[in-house]
Structures are given as structure tokens and as C-alpha cells.
């Protein structure tokens, strides 16, 4: 297990020198001088100069992008060409709000999606299936900052039970952003675990344990559920890791000071090293989020477990 | 068990979903019904009177009636720096304005007024002296002095953000402990224009010298100190008590960053904040009808046009230009694009200042439209020509401005959406044929030096005009001193410019603010500026 661990950790390094390449190399053809950005319209030729001499942005191409990993493996992200601060530190200010933004909304997520899943398998057909269906219908198909008025329109302007925006008062802060952006995702999981688990209980396995006699609940909770599991698993890591950069919408709606929403005012600012900070965080969190999934697919299957060298 | 809770948990998000949406609906309804007497105001209109005296006292000590003390704030934008000479952003300006005092400040009606200075004469064209405040404070404890006020103007010189408002301060000398001589490079009559500007305020020299990190701890002689600033979510300011003009009755301001216009909106009627910067101007009706909230909205120097680059064709030809804005329903673009929060500008510079007129400048008229393009001996199919525009309310002027081309003159225009960075690059170059922009300076002189002196080519002087005569013009304005002579020249200026046409002005953009009742002290000049402790909580 920890030779498979170390081994997928290894392969992170490639990973990422090929996303911070690729994304260097379309910042820089991105047209816009960050220079004159950062500036001003009034700055005069000579100060612009002198700053892109500082910033190093007279540099060929690949000085430049070896100038950055340099830094990068000190863990130093470069310099924002807006703030003139560290990026790390606009980075680490934002990163925790949006990864316990993008926790809770999975929780919120997984607790409806799970029953409402089940549900729609067992009872397929029904009226349970159908309605939980349109529920997921509805969460797929609502855009998120739509989602996110209604929810501020009436639990903080009409019944005044959360805030409207920020991140200052705790859980109660946390509430509508979780609950709007896990709604969204719901929709999906909701969806693959009742397909994962219509397949799941035709199996002939299943059909054993009921000629057994053993309780429904049972069935569906100890034998169904948990091979029913493992593409569920899949697409929540997958949703988590777009929660993390996805969330920019739900972050500007409830104005939640996530890194998403600092991440587009930086590409829109031109401010590269801002820009490029933000994507190699959550490269590395997507992958890192991936391999969690996979080693939770070993606890889910002993056999998948068993081909982890 | 299971069953149970599942049997419960269908309908009950059924059901919440439903009250969801009905709950949205309502809302919608009431914006969409309180809508419609926003579009029959008249453009540029006060919607509220501000019972501000305009004198730069504070508020006073006292306590407030309702016995609350602090202000919350909802503004769109996070400023990037706090520190006075890195930044040229509106949000940072704000912010510095609580923090910070420099030896000027923009009063209401725009003039420069003494903030830190005292008194100041003008001993000859180029040598002005000035006698600064005595005993005046930094938050660190420590007294203001010349030696302070000199070291705070160089580096205003010094930093690229800013250094545009210190080109007028020449050579800065300390005469003694409270008094410096400037001078000028020159006759300057921006001087005092650009020392109200935060790039010139006023810091301590010890810790200029020392490299102090002023974007960490801002230290200025300001009636707020920054206590502390959340990345991305709020910047927290405390009273400061002993601010030479007096303590501010507010003693905590909070600034929220909210980027949402709908939940700003929504933010101040829930009783979250106190104050909306910038308000939506498709909210401002609905806000309009709410009974505890106060709507402001007046003329600002915010001056809008389609820039027009006049080195290509067909832009090059005169003519053409004046058929372009003889022929757009400017009330229309307003209507459209900010709800009627504007007034209509014909003259190339703002109304707003003395000695600006609209006389030779092309105003609405479809029949002038026509006789000038036929002047101009151009084929309407050869004039298509792409607008860029850079966000959605520029994209709807766009969509007004085609309408009318099109139906006034026959030609096909087309829109370019373009982001901001992009849209400042291929503008300031010149790489470009016409674009929906905008310019917003508290004073005259530092308006048309930017939109219009060829020096500023390949800058902010987007539509390129490069006008001897015009030039000549800027540059008397910036010498004249005398003020009765200045604004003669600024009137010559004005008609000239009109006259000449280099772009298309459409409106002034009206200040918009929305706050709770009870806020006593409340004003925005037209610069945009509002002095926080002025304000104090009386009752409903």
C-alpha cells in the first residue's frame, strides 16, 4: 500500500510539470501586457520597462518558465504583478475557505444524493423514482448562482435565518453556499448511484441472499450498497476536485472569499504568477483528491486492494 | 427506520424546493413591477437630497441617537493594495480616503480644498509655499512635519502607479518644520488638483526610509486606521480618536466585498449592510420603493464614449465622425444600458467642470446625421466598422449605438466582445477601429491631458488625436492660474474640441449609492468621493 501510494505521488511530478508547462504556455500567448496592466494606462515607457525587467518578463520563454519551477520547487509561487505580494500568501489566505466550502458541499451532496439514489433504484418506476429523479433533474439543470439567489431571497432576505454574504459568521455562513453548490452535484451522484445499484441488485448475488431470507434492509445496506459504491466513489472525487476550482460562481453569489474567485480576477488582471499559483493548487489537489479515491476503492473491494503493489 | 426517513425526506425537498421557487418568483415579480417607473425618471435625476453641509468638519463625538456607531459597507471590488503610491484603483482611493490626508482634498463641488495644509501662497507663477497643520498625528503617535510632507510628494514622483500626479510638484523643499516651498517645473494650475490625490498623501518619512510595509499596516494622519483585512472578504477600520479634526461619530467601518450586484442588493435590505457602493442600476427601482432604504443618485464626471481611433479610415475623415455622433439616441444608449442612471453628453469633455459648453459639438439629429455623411463623400458600404466592447453594459451600449447606425446611415457595425486586459492593450496601441469607454478624473486639467494631449498617445489618449492647436490649448490651461482666466481658456478648449470631434461622447454616469435610513452626514461628489467621517447614525 504505501509502495503504491509513493509510487502514484511519483507519477504527481510529471503531472504537474505538463499543467504549469501548458498553462505558462497559454498565459503567454494571451494577449494584454501585464506590464501596462499592472501599471496603469499613465505609467510612462521607461517605468514599464523597468517593471518588466523586474518581473523578468523580458526573458526568453523557457528562462522564464525554468525561472518559475525554480521557485516552485522552494515553494515559492512567484510574486502577484496586482498586489505586488507573495502569491503563496493570497493563495494560503483563500485555499482553506474554498477546500471546507468544497467539504461541506460534498457532505451536503452525498447525504441527499445516497437516499435519493437508493431510493430511486429500489422503488424504480414509482412515483419515489420519479420524483427523486425530478429532484435531480432540477439540481442539474439549475445554475448554481440562480440556485444561490433563491436560497439567499428567502432563508436570509425573506426569513433572515442566514447571511447573504461572506464568511464571517461561522457555520451559519457556511449553510447556503454548502447547501447550493451541493445540490448541484447531488444531481450527478444521485443519478450514478441509482444506475450503480439498479445493476447492482439484479446480480445474481443478491438474488442468493434474498432466497435466504435475509431482512431487505440488510440486503440493500450490507450487500447491494457497497459494490454499488465504487463508481459512486468515482464521480464524487471527481466532483470534489471540481468543487475546488468550480465553485467561482457560488463564491461570487455569496461573496465566499474562496481561491476560484481570486483565480479570475487574476486572469483578468493578467496577473500570471497569481494565475499560475492558483491552477498548480488545484492541479495538485485534483491529484491527490484522485489517489484518496482510489485507495478508498480498496477499503470499498478487498480486490482492488489486492492490486495496489 | 430507513423507510421512514426516506418516506419523509422526497416530499420535504419536494416541497422546499417548490417554496424555493415561488419565493424567487415573487421576488422576480416585485423587481420586474417596481422596474418600470425607474425607466420613466428622467436621466440624471437626484432621487435623494443629502443633507450634507459640505464643510469638512466631522460629524462629532456625540453619541448617535439610535446609539449605533458602526457602518457596514458593500462595495463590488477589492482593492489591491491599501498602500498610497502603489495603486491607481477607485477601490484603493476609497479606502485611502479614510486612512490617509494629503496637504488637499476634493470638496463637493470639486475644488481643491486645505486638508493637512493650513494656508499656502503663490508667490510667483512657479514657487508656491505652503504652511502645514500644527500638531497633527500619525496613528503611530508621532507628529506630522515638512520633512514627512516632502519625502510622501517624491515618492509619489517615484512610483509608476502614481507618478502622473506628481509630475506637477517640481523640486520640494523644507523651509521648516511646518512649512515646504514647491516649485514648479513651469506654471501648473493642476498642482493642488493633484496633491488632493492619494498618491501624494501624506506619510511618514522615517518609514519610507525605512521600507515599511505600509500594505500591512497603513499609517497616515487619516480619522480610520485599517485594523484588519481578510483577503477577499472584508477590510475592518477602527475610529481613530485622536484625528486632528476631530473623532468620527462611526467608530467601526467595515468594507464587504461583495461582487454580486443582486446579492449586495439583497444584503442591504436583509439588514447585513448598511451602504451599497455600486448599485445595481436594474435594483435601483426596487430600492427606490423600499421605505428603509434611501436611493442617491446624481450626476458624477464619469464621462462616457465610443472612442474612435481617427489614424484609420474611416475615422480620419471629419465628416464621418460628426454624421457617427450626430445620429445615436444618446437617451436611448441610457435607458438601455444603466436604466436611465445618466445624463446625455454631447461635449467632448464633462459638463460637469467650469468653463466646459457643448457648443459645435454634434447633438442627436438623424437629418444633420445625413448631410454630414454625404459631406463626407464616403459609401456606406465601405464604412462597416468593429466595436469592442469589454462588459455587458458596454455590449448594450454597442447594441443601441448599431441600431441607430444602421438605421440613420445604412452601415453594418459589428461588436467585439473583449476582455478588460486585452481591450487596454489593443486601445492604448491603436490596433483598433472604435470601442465603448470611459475616463472619471476629479479635475479638468488631468481629463484632457490623459483622453486628449498627444503626449499621452499610446496611453490613455485612445483616440489618438494628435491636434497642434489642441495641445496648445492643454498645455495653456495647465499654465493659466489665474481661475477666471483658466476657465476662458478651458471655454476656448471645450469648442475646439467640439469642433474638431475626435470620439463620440454618449453620457455622464450618475454616482449611485443606496444606504439605511438614519445615516445623517451622507454625500458623493461627483469625483465620486465620500468622506466617511462626516456620517453619523440618527433616527429612522
Same mark, same amino acid.
Given at each position: 500500500m504505501i509502495k503504491f501510494i509513493i509510487k502514484r505521488l511519483v507519477a504527481l511530478i510529471p503531472v504537474l510539470l505538463g499543467v504549469s508547462l501548458l498553462v505558462f504556455f497559454i498565459l503567454d500567448l494571451a494577449p494584454g501586457d501585464p506590464a501596462k496592466t499592472a501599471l496603469?494606462?499613465?505609467?510612462r515607457p521607461e517605468e514599464i520597462e523597468a517593471f518588466r525587467e523586474e518581473m523578468g518578463l523580458n526573458n526568453p520563454f523557457f528562462v522564464r518558465y525554468a525561472d518559475y519551477m525554480l521557485g516552485l520547487v522552494q515553494g515559492d509561487l512567484g510574486t502577484s504583478y496586482?498586489?505586488?505580494?507573495?502569491v503563496g500568501q493570497e493563495v494560503w489566505a483563500r485555499l482553506p475557505n474554498t477546500a471546507v466550502l468544497a467539504l461541506t458541499s460534498t457532505v451536503v451532496a452525498i447525504l441527499l444524493a445516497l437516499p435519493l439514489g437508493i431510493i430511486a433504484a429500489i422503488k424504480q418506476n414509482t412515483l419515489f423514482d420519479g420524483i427523486s429523479m425530478f429532484v435531480s433533474l432540477v439540481g442539474i439543470s439549475m445554475p448554481v448562482f440562480w440556485m444561490g439567489l433563491l436560497l439567499i431571497l428567502m432563508?436570509?432576505?425573506?426569513?433572515?435565518?442566514?447571511?447573504?454574504?461572506?464568511?464571517?459568521?461561522?457555520i451559519k455562513s457556511l449553510v447556503l453556499p454548502s447547501f447550493a453548490l451541493g445540490f448541484m452535484h447531488m444531481a450527478s451522484i444521485a443519478r450514478t448511484t441509482r444506475s450503480s445499484m439498479l445493476e447492482t441488485i439484479r446480480q445474481d448475488y443478491i438474488r442468493t441472499v434474498r432466497a435466504k431470507g435475509l431482512p431487505e434492509k440488510e440486503i440493500i445496506l450490507r450487500h447491494a450498497l457497497r459494490n454499488a459504491l465504487i463508481p459512486t466513489t468515482t464521480v464524487i472525487g471527481l466532483q470534489i476536485g471540481s468543487m475546488l476550482g468550480g465553485s467561482v460562481l457560488t463564491e461570487s453569489v455569496f461573496s465566499w472569499p474562496g481561491i476560484g474567485r481570486y483565480m479570475i480576477q487574476s486572469i483578468q488582471g493578467r496577473d500570471i504568477p497569481s494565475v499560475m499559483g492558483c491552477i498548480i493548487i488545484f492541479a495538485l489537489s485534483f491529484a491527490i483528491i484522485n489517489l484518496i479515491v482510489d485507495l478508498i476503492y480498496g477499503f470499498i473491494d478487498p480486490r482492488i486492494k489486492a492490486q495496489y503493489k | 427506520m430507513t423507510k421512514k426517513l426516506m418516506r419523509g425526506l422526497v416530499p420535504a425537498l419536494v416541497l422546499s424546493l417548490a417554496v424555493g421557487l415561488f419565493a424567487g418568483c415573487g421576488s422576480s415579480n416585485d423587481n420586474s413591477q417596481s422596474a418600470a417607473p425607474a425607466q420613466s425618471?428622467?436621466? /440624471?435625476?437626484?432621487?435623494a437630497s443629502s443633507d450634507?453641509?459640505?464643510?469638512? +468638519? =466631522?460629524?462629532?463625538?456625540s453619541t448617535a441617537a439610535s446609539g449605533k456607531d458602526s457602518l457596514i459597507i458593500a462595495t463590488a471590488n477589492e482593492t489591491?493594495?491599501?498602500?498610497?503610491?502603489?495603486h491607481n484603483a477607485v477601490a484603493g482611493d476609497y479606502l485611502n480616503n479614510m486612512t490617509h490626508n494629503g496637504l488637499f482634498y476634493t470638496s463637493d463641488d470639486l475644488s481643491p480644498q486645505p486638508a493637512l495644509c493650513e494656508s499656502y501662497e503663490i508667490?510667483?507663477?512657479?514657487e508656491w509655499v505652503f504652511h502645514l497643520k500644527q500638531g497633527v498625528k500619525f496613528h503611530n503617535g508621532t507628529e506630522m512635519t515638512a520633512k514627512d510632507v516632502k519625502a510622501s510628494l517624491e515618492l509619489c514622483k517615484e512610483s509608476?502607479?502614481?507618478?502622473q500626479y506628481g509630475n506637477s510638484t517640481g523640486t520640494i523643499e523644507v523651509v521648516d518644520d511646518y512649512t515646504i516651498k514647491i516649485t514648479t517645473? /513651469?506654471?501648473?494650475?493642476g498642482l493642488l488638483s493633484d496633491l488632493?490625490?492619494? +498618491? =501624494?498623501a501624506i506619510l511618514p518619512a522615517d518609514l519610507i526610509e525605512s521600507g515599511h510595509d505600509f500594505n500591512k499596516e497603513p499609517i497616515g494622519t487619516g480619522p480610520y486606521k485599517l485594523v484588519a483585512w481578510n483577503k477577499g472578504e472584508s477590510l475592518e477600520f477602527e475610529a481613530?480618536?485622536?484625528?486632528?479634526?476631530?473623532?468620527?461619530?462611526?467608530?467601526k467601518v467595515v468594507w464587504k466585498v461583495i461582487p454580486e450586484g443582486s446579492s449586495r442588493t439583497m444584503a442591504l435590505e436583509a439588514g447585513e449592510?448598511?451602504?451599497?457602493?455600486?448599485?445595481e442600476t436594474t435594483d435601483l427601482a426596487r430600492l427606490q420603493d423600499n421605505p428603509d432604504i434611501t436611493a442617491f443618485s446624481e450626476a458624477g464626471t464619469s464621462h462616457n464614449w465610443m472612442m474612435?481611433?481617427?489614424?484609420k479610415a474611416p475615422f480620419d475623415n471629419i465628416d464621418f465622425r460628426r454624421a457617427i455622433a450626430s445620429c445615436i439616441d444618446k437617451n436611448a444608449v441610457i435607458q438601455v444600458a444603466l436604466n436611465g442612471t445618466g445624463s446625455v453628453s454631447?461635449?467632448?469633455?464633462?459638463?460637469?467642470?467650469?468653463?466646459?459648453?457643448?457648443?459645435g459639438a454634434p447633438s442627436y439629429d438623424v437629418e444633420k446625421a445625413k448631410e454630414y455623411f454625404a459631406a463626407s463623400g464616403l459609401n456606406p458600404a465601405d464604412c462597416g466598422f468593429a466595436v469592442i466592447c469589454s462588459d455587458d453594459t458596454k455590449l448594450r451600449v454597442g447594441q443601441v449605438i448599431q441600431s441607430c447606425i444602421k438605421d440613420a446611415l445604412g452601415i453594418d457595425i459589428t461588436l467585439e466582445s473583449m476582455d478588460l486586459a486585452t481591450y487596454l492593450d489593443v486601445t492604448a496601441t491603436g490596433d483598433y477601429q472604435a470601442a465603448i469607454g470611459g475616463y472619471t478624473s476629479s479635475s479638468l486639467l488631468a481629463y484632457v491631458q490623459g483622453v486628449?494631449?498627444?503626449?499621452s498617445i499610446n496611453g490613455s489618449n485612445k483616440t489618438r488625436t494628435n491636434d497642434p492647436n489642441i495641445d496648445a490649448l492643454i498645455d495653456k490651461v495647465q499654465t493659466t492660474l489665474d481661475p477666471e482666466e483658466n476657465v476662458k481658456v478651458v471655454n476656448e478648449l471645450s469648442k475646439a474640441l467640439n469642433e474638431l470631434c475626435p470620439q463620440v461622447p454618449l453620457y455622464l454616469r450618475n454616482n449611485v449609492r443606496a444606504y439605511r435610513n438614519g445615516l445623517q452626514g451622507f454625500n458623493v461628489n461627483a469625483g465620486g468621493s465620500t468622506y466617511y467621517e462626516r456620517m453619523s447614525w440618527g433616527s429612522n
Open positions: 496603469g494606462e499613465q505609467a496586482k498586489t505586488l505580494d507573495p432563508f436570509s432576505v425573506k426569513l433572515g435565518w442566514f447571511p447573504v454574504a461572506g464568511a464571517d459568521q461561522g | 425618471e428622467a436621466a /440624471g435625476s437626484t432621487t450634507n453641509s459640505g464643510n469638512s +468638519g =466631522n460629524a462629532g463625538t489591491p493594495s491599501v498602500t498610497t503610491n502603489l508667490v510667483s507663477d512657479t509608476p502607479q502614481v507618478q517645473d /513651469g506654471p501648473q494650475s488632493c490625490h492619494h +498618491g =501624494n481613530n480618536e485622536d484625528y486632528w479634526d476631530g473623532a468620527p461619530a462611526i467608530k449592510v448598511d451602504l451599497i457602493i455600486e448599485v474612435i481611433n481617427n489614424e454631447d461635449s467632448m469633455t464633462p459638463d460637469c467642470f467650469p468653463g466646459v459648453v457643448a457648443d486628449y494631449h498627444s503626449i
